[in-house]
Nanobody, 126 residues
Framework: QVRLVESGGGPVQAGDSLRLSCSTSGRAFSSDSMAWFRQPAGKEREFVAGISWSAGSTYYTNTVEGRFTISRDSAKNTMYLQMNSLEPKDTAVYYC???????????????????WGQGTQVTVSS
């Protein structure tokens, strides 16, 4: 049983930065994919960024590329999302997700991920 716990969300002003963390337990990483998704209020969950746990390869949706950076610390079994130059449109609940599918980090979709955290709210005001 994989357990994912997000932290680091909160209210910020436009232009600020935040770093989200996703701590993991109960998994054996071989060729797993992990990712960050977000869900704005009243909208569908959308892919934000993904990482291959074994290779460290990353992938971003166009709207965050250049502003967000996904990374992982294998020793700590923790994934991160560094978010810079935040904009009001980044407001959403952010979820981390994991799957053993090795290529799922390349954009999802959400249905390809079978383990999810509880989410952390990020609110960006103008």
């Amino acid at each position: 049983q994989v357990r994912l716990v997000e932290s680091g969300g909160g209210p910020v002003q436009a232009g600020d930065s935040l770093r989200l963390s996703c701590s993991t337990s109960g998994r054996a990483f071989s060729s797993d994919s992990m990712a960050w998704f977000r869900q704005p209020a009243g909208k569908e969950r959308e892919f934000v960024a993904g990482i291959s746990w074994s290779a460290g390869s990353t992938y971003y949706t166009n709207t965050v590329e250049g502003r967000f950076t996904i990374s992982r610390d294998s020793a700590k079994n923790t994934m991160y999302l560094q978010m810079n130059s935040l904009e009001p449109k980044d407001t959403a609940v952010y979820y981390c997700a994991a799957t053993q599918s090795p290529l799922a980090y390349l954009g999802g979709p959400a249905a390809n991920f079978d383990s999810w955290g509880q989410g952390t709210q990020v609110t960006v005001s103008s």
